[in-house]
């Protein structure tokens, strides 16, 4: 088994399709990602309680649209967000450029 089939594997192309799909909606925090919006500052609150971010590199798996990256690094990480969905990331990427935040994005599909 090659590394590209090892990485296929694990991925289903469905859920990706899915959220690339939704990429123009991940920064609406009344549309659908509205709950994740709102569970956000006790995701990002229970992170930095067990193991402060600030001056870290934080990896965030999956990260979408850069919702709890954006907030990691409002708290001083210096944070890489990877994903599958290219669509989101770019959604990432361009709300980072506007809000002024330093975060690296990469695809790893």
Known sequence: INEEECTMANVEAAEVNKFADLAHQWWDAQGVFKPLHQLNPLRLDYIDSRASVNGK????????GGILSESMARRGARVLGIDMAERSLEVAQLHALE???QIEYRCIA
Request: hydrophobic share 45%.
């Open 99 to 101: 809000a002024e935040i």
């Open 57 to 64: 590199q934080v990896l965030d798996v999956g990260c979408g």
